[in-house]
């Protein structure tokens, strides 16, 4: 499995049932968050199955509009619609005797998924604009970084191609959950753009691996290569130091996109305390809006207080405040900073 990184054992389950899958000819359906790494997956279970000489053709369903998709994954006829100058090949022509591999799955139409679960179902598609039907014998291998159950129970994703798709689900872990593969990817990633931009950061401050390893990883793998590129481009010598990551990173504040308070992520703190605002409202006739906007206020300020030393600088910085605005606050939800860099 060529390119794929970490040894943690979360990927050794991943690249066992890779393994396994591989030689049939089951669809397989890849499930995980932005940046995880699916697309790799897919490409190994073509190289390692009896269609390894076939094409393996990427789709990614997110980036086309429901009529461009449509015809790029079965191909139209010459006059099929007003650019149509010519008769086109489909993805899923291309790929006969290969696999397609169809990455977010989940953005496509209603309309779209009845055709997909028909070329699942007898091995036939038509060209957009033709009425005459095409054989083509290609596997199947789809992702989502979406819940599809959810989305099936929301009925934004048709059930039953859901059940063709999901005859092998392949899950595969965030960063976040196996901070083990770490340094072994912050190894590969410096010896590929040393590499490609004539640099030689070769080693790794211990501090660095501790900050990499206590950050949250929202854009999982592909966030974590794009910050080594970024040190080995500004590296002043051969090291990789914890001033060369970004402060979110380097200080372990909670992501903007995915905050997490005392562990606990922000969407079920606020759902927790809305529960106990409206007992304290039944029960004191208090005002619940003010209850739960103060408990997750001081649960967040404390959380970046903690990761930023309880320095009251680097906290009003973080938090996107001025330092007076936190000293009030600091002093309403009695927590305890220090009063400078030092």
């Known amino acids: 499995m060529d390119g794929i990184i970490g040894s943690s054992p979360a990927m050794q389950s991943v690249y066992a049932i890779t393994r396994r899958v591989a030689p049939s000819n089951a669809s397989v359906l890849l499930?995980?968050?932005?940046?995880?790494?699916?697309?790799?997956?897919?490409?190994?279970?073509h190289a390692l199955s009896s269609r390894a000489s076939g094409p393996f053709v990427k789709v990614n369903c997110g980036a086309l509009s429901e009529s461009l998709l449509e015809s790029e994954l079965f191909g139209h006829v010459r006059g099929a619609f007003t650019s149509a100058v010519a008769n086109r090949t489909g993805r899923f022509e291309a790929a006969h005797s290969g696999t397609i591999f169809l990455d977010e799955i989940n953005s496509t139409s209603q309309i779209l998924q009845v055709k997909l679960l028909r070329v699942?179902?007898?091995?036939?598609?038509?060209?957009?604009?033709?009425?005459?039907?095409?054989?083509?014998?290609?596997?199947?291998?789809?992702?989502?970084?979406?819940?599809?159950?959810?989305?099936?129970?929301e009925e934004r994703f048709r059930e039953d191609l859901y059940w063709r798709l999901n005859v092998?689900?392949?899950?595969?872990?965030?960063?976040?959950?196996?901070?083990?593969?770490?340094?072994?990817?912050?190894?590969?990633?410096?010896?590929?753009?040393?590499?490609?931009?004539?640099?030689?950061?070769?080693?790794?401050?211990e501090e660095t691996i501790e900050a990499m390893q206590r950050y949250h990883w929202p854009g999982n793998v592909r966030e974590l290569q794009n910050y080594v590129e970024r040190a080995v481009v500004m590296a002043e010598g051969d090291e990789f130091t914890p001033e060369l990551l970004p402060d979110d990173v380097r200080y372990g504040a909670p992501s903007s996109s995915t905050v997490s308070v005392r562990g606990v992520d922000l969407e079920t703190?606020?759902?927790?305390?809305?529960?106990?605002?409206?007992?304290?409202?039944e029960n004191e006739k208090a005002d619940i809006h003010s209850f739960v906007v103060n408990r997750v206020e001081k649960e967040l300020i404390a959380q970046v207080l903690a990761n930023c030393n309880h320095v009251q600088t680097k906290t009003a910085a973080k938090l996107g405040i001025n330092r007076n605005t936190l000293h009030k606050k600091l002093k309403d939800y009695d927590l305890e900073a220090t009063e400078s860099d030092e």
């Open 120 to 153: 699942l179902q007898e091995r036939e598609l038509e060209r957009v604009g033709d009425g005459g039907t095409i054989a083509v014998d290609t596997r199947v291998i789809a992702a989502s970084n979406r819940d599809l159950t959810k989305e099936v129970q």
């Open 31 to 45: 499930l995980g968050e932005t940046g995880t790494g699916k697309e790799l997956i897919a490409g190994a279970i």
């Open 168 to 205: 092998v689900p392949i899950q595969l872990p965030p960063l976040r959950k196996r901070p083990e593969d770490i340094p072994e990817l912050i190894v590969h990633f410096l010896n590929v753009y040393s590499a490609a931009n004539n640099r030689d950061v070769v080693h790794v401050h």
């Open 269 to 281: 703190l606020v759902r927790e305390v809305v529960e106990q605002g409206v007992r304290a409202a």
